[in-house]
């Protein structure tokens, strides 16, 4: 099992937590971004590096991702390709996304996507708060500790 970080749009308090839980897990931490991000020295994490370009982050990991493995993103179509090949998908806030609800997120998302394309401002997601942090690190925690990992994040 490996996690895949969707780094371009992750919060840098979360790849924090994954940095250290890759460490204590010892699990390997990828992360993928289109601009270069400096990661600590370990064993368990590594960088790649992918070319500018709509989605070019994203499939990679799913090129490179394996049934079982994690994908941590805020990016509802590259959760659903990762649950579509077996693997799982955990975002910033702590949402596991699922086959059960997956498929009601990519709705949401194309329903506001067209309001945005009408016209109607929508609006952001909220900022990442100590609470979400918080979630984040419990439901990681919680996942390797199902999936066989010791330790985890905090």
Request: glycine fraction near 6%; charged fraction near 25%; aromatic fraction near 6%.
């Amino acid at each position: 099992m490996q996690i895949w970080v969707d780094a371009d749009a992750c919060p840098g308090v979360i790849k924090e937590i994954l940095f250290r839980a890759a460490d204590r897990a010892r699990v390997p931490v990828t992360l993928v971004a289109n601009q270069p991000i400096r990661i600590p020295s370990s064993a368990y994490l590594r960088f790649v590096q992918v070319p500018a370009g709509l989605d070019v982050a994203d499939k990679r990991i799913v090129e490179l991702l394996h049934a079982h493995d994690l994908v941590i993103t805020a990016d509802i179509p590259l959760a659903a390709a990762a649950i579509d090949k077996g693997a799982h998908a955990l975002n910033p806030r702590g949402e596991l996304y699922t086959k059960d609800n997956i498929r009601e997120r990519l709705s949401m998302r194309n329903f506001m996507d067209e309001l945005r394309g009408s016209g109607v401002v929508t609006g952001g997601p909220a900022v990442l708060n100590q609470r979400d942090r918080q979630a984040f690190a419990n439901s990681l925690d919680s996942f390797l500790a199902r999936h066989g990992r010791t330790e985890a994040a905090r």
